[in-house]
């Protein structure tokens, strides 16, 4: 069976800091991996996938998230925070037949 | 550009009432999925559709049901709505993926629903 676990449901940072988001997967087959993001009352948006190939994936808005298969993460990152990135973000995995699993979310927070 | 829109953005509704949530997408997906969004607990798929007609519960299908007679729209029917089912209401579509073939799997979401039962 397949499961996503995100690490903190709530992050903050200082504008220009790093962002990390936390995403560690199970699966019984190959993964394919997804972060989206959510800004208030929108729905979601894509922001990158990893399916096969390279495992440093670039996604938009400056973020990108590498495939660790030995440690089963897809941890997703920004080397500077902007005000603008305040969001919820979920990742997902590939679940059964044309399925998604999504993750609790994580509620990033940007202040001055 | 990929378009799901959903009926309504914020609907208020009383226990008891029938409600019908509206979704519809514009790029010729096969699979339609239903979600609702609770805090803390992330999106959980009430049903989805991988064809019209065609329908599979998902993992919170209780007090739910969904209609799908034409591709491009897919509903979710309140029954009889209760109050535990206030929440955010999120449809999503895809492509079909064969069993052994690739893709990628990537839903496209629409804006919501956010219903409140009183």
């Known amino acids: 069976a397949q499961s996503v676990t995100q690490l903190g449901s709530h992050v903050s940072v200082s504008e220009g800091a790093l962002v990390l988001l936390r995403c560690n997967y199970s699966?019984?087959?190959?993964?394919?991996l997804f972060w989206y993001v959510q800004y208030p009352n929108q729905g979601l948006q894509l922001l990158l996938k990893?399916?096969?190939?390279?495992?440093l994936v670039k996604g938009i808005n400056g973020f990108e998230a590498e495939f660790k298969k030995s440690e089963t993460s897809f941890h997703l990152t920004k080397p500077s925070a902007h005000m603008s990135d305040a969001a919820e973000y979920f990742c997902?995995?590939?679940?059964?037949?044309?399925?998604?699993?999504f993750g609790a979310g994580t509620r990033l927070a940007v202040h001055p | 550009d990929v378009k799901v829109t959903q009926s309504s953005r914020y609907l208020v509704k009383r226990t008891g009432e029938k409600v019908f949530l509206e979704c519809v997408q514009d790029?010729?997906?096969?699979?339609m999925f239903w979600y609702r969004q609770d805090p803390g607990l992330g999106l959980r798929l009430i049903y989805f559709?991988?064809?019209?007609?065609?329908?599979e519960k998902g993992d919170i299908p209780e007090g739910y049901s969904v209609s799908r007679e034409k591709k491009e729209r897919f509903s979710l029917i309140l029954e009889s709505a209760s109050t535990n089912q206030t929440s955010m209401y999120l449809c999503?579509?895809?492509?079909?993926?064969?069993?052994?073939?690739?893709?990628?799997?990537?839903?496209?979401f629409g804006p919501g629903t956010r219903l409140t039962v009183t």
């Open positions: 999503a579509s895809s492509l079909f993926v064969a069993r052994l073939a690739g893709g990628s799997h990537e839903q496209y």
């Open positions: 699966s019984s087959v190959p993964p394919y």
């Open positions: 990893y399916t096969t190939g390279a495992t």
């Open positions: 997902a995995v590939r679940g059964g037949y044309n399925k998604l699993i």
């Open positions: 790029m010729d997906h096969e699979n």
């Open positions: 559709s991988y064809d019209v007609k065609m329908k």
